[in-house]
């Protein structure tokens, strides 16, 4: 059980080894040899920086978010419905279809809601009221 | 057991390597065929045909100066390439690319060309993984504390999440076919055996759909052209990762060819047969290893060209056009695919 997992516990260290060191040999080998940068301001095209980024952003951003979490708990669910389907369905099982089908017909509810409110149209302004 | 724990350590460092020696060449096969499609040169000048252009690229970015502008958050700016490069180097592991289970080396069993062939997750733990990779983009674009990068940040999560669904969507009919969560297993099924004596039975005959929607999320997933908002050269001048020069730069470029590798073996191993080839029930043992690595890698080759086809020949979408396509068009398609795969099932259409 736990032996399966020896290959994971294997690449997990190569890929962190991998990238700690390129990370730190490009600190290492690039380590100021044409003295300190002057260039060091945050990059705008050359415009001059008038104030900083960290403003406020579209709520769009947050409600694709939520929407998404709901949706991806909920597809979640579906796996293990879908691993024992073929198993069910040789045992002579006639429902596990129709479960799946209710589930989907729910979550089809919620889709065509959020559809309805406009939480999928991006341009839209003022489609939360 | 330490013979065990010296197999996959050996699998892990060749199958990586190779990943790794394909970024490379994906690299050249980017530059010369962009060049081929815009009727120009491109690199000619390093190595034959300028194939060692890559090499050359490595070392300049690693030794150019390594610089850290002065409004960024240092901890999470240095972090977050490492978690692109971490998450693309982990997703693979689980993708046979070639056969072998019949093989023992030095009295271990090979299990196949694969990094983790007996993890039971499978392909959960790829989707697990895979999504980790958002973290990296999301990381940057904000602590580099510039417009452009958070803009870039921002916009590549939410195209990430909304196609994810559509892409897991995707992944569930085949596995509802397979009844399985384990990709050798996905593989297993559909080689071997032929419709009207001619057709293999690839997932890509019954699943026409949901293979046109899982490549048009992978599309969306490695941030690649039509759907390579995050980076939008002509509005957010490189997106997430304008602030980063040298090898960190590269980080993200090297870990985006190497999202777009699994991807192609993905789509390659889910919908077209993964390594089977047709007669391939006449050999056994390390011809058999030798062949299915071939037929491996011409379709995966098909594919990685079929990114790059794509890339030059697309105009990009529009965002309101990316969220739209998302969640109206590809969402309900996938569920379609695995209402239709279920359905089948049941009536015994599919095997």
């Not at chain 2, 815009?38 to 060692?52: E, K, M, S, T």
């Not at chain 2, 080689?191 to 899982?214: A, D, K, M, R, Y």
Request: aromatic share 12%; glycine share 10%; with cysteine.
């Amino acid at each position: 059980m736990i032996a399966q997992y020896i290959p994971v516990v294997l690449a997990f260290a190569f890929a962190v080894t991998v990238a700690v060191a390129m990370v730190g040999l490009s600190a290492l080998l690039g380590r100021g040899r044409f003295g300190r940068s002057r260039t060091r301001d945050t990059f705008e095209s050359g415009m001059p920086l008038l104030d900083g980024s960290r403003k406020r952003v579209s709520v769009r951003f947050f409600v694709v978010a939520m929407v998404f979490i709901v949706f991806d708990v909920e597809v979640a669910f579906l796996f293990p419905w879908a691993v024992s389907v073929r198993g069910l369905l040789a045992e002579g099982n006639t429902t596990v279809l129709l479960d799946g089908l209710v589930f989907l017909v729910l979550l089809a509810v919620g889709y065509a809601y959020l559809w309805r409110e406009g939480a999928f149209d991006w341009s839209r302004r003022g489609s939360q009221s | 057991m330490w013979a065990e724990i010296a197999v996959s350590a050996v699998k892990v460092a060749v199958i990586a390597g190779t990943v790794l020696t394909l970024v490379a060449v994906m690299e050249w096969v980017e530059r010369r065929g962009a060049a081929f499609i815009q009727d120009r040169l491109g690199p000619n000048r390093v190595g034959p045909l300028g194939l060692f252009q890559p090499i050359v690229d490595a070392v300049k970015l690693l030794f150019k100066e390594d610089l850290t502008p002065a409004n960024v958050n240092r901890g999470l700016y240095l972090l977050a390439p490492m978690i692109s490069v971490s998450v693309a180097l982990l997703t693979f592991i689980v993708i046979p690319f070639g056969a072998g289970k019949d093989i023992t080396v030095f009295g271990v069993p090979l299990g196949g060309i694969e990094v983790a062939p007996d993890l039971g997750v499978g392909v959960l733990f790829l989707l697990a993984i895979g999504s980790l990779g958002v973290y990296g983009i999301v990381l940057a674009g904000w602590s580099s504390n510039n417009k452009y990068s958070l803009l870039g940040g921002l916009r590549s999560s939410a195209q990430l999440i909304s196609y994810e669904l559509s892409m897991t969507l995707a992944v569930l009919g085949v596995l509802l076919a397979t009844g399985s969560l384990r990709l050798d297993a996905v593989v297993a099924r559909q080689g071997g055996q032929f419709w009207l004596g001619v057709i293999p039975q690839w997932n890509v005959v019954p699943q026409i759909l949901g293979c046109i929607v899982f490549v048009v999320a992978v599309f969306a997933e490695t941030n690649r052209l039509p759907f390579d908002l995050a980076e939008a050269e002509t509005e957010l001048v490189a997106g997430y990762h304008v602030e980063y020069s040298s090898m960190k730069f590269a980080a993200f470029l090297m870990s985006e060819y190497m999202n777009m590798v699994t991807a192609s073996a993905l789509i390659v191993t889910l919908f077209f047969g993964g390594w089977t080839f047709p007669g391939m029930g006449r050999f056994s043992g390390w011809p058999l290893l030798a062949l299915s690595l071939v037929a491996f890698g011409i379709k995966l080759a098909f594919f990685l060209w079929l990114f790059v086809w794509v890339r030059w020949s697309l105009p990009r979408f529009r965002y309101d056009q990316l969220m739209r396509l998302g969640w109206k068009g590809l969402l309900p398609l996938a569920t379609l695919n695995l209402v239709w795969v279920g359905v089948a099932m049941a009536m015994g259409w599919i095997r």
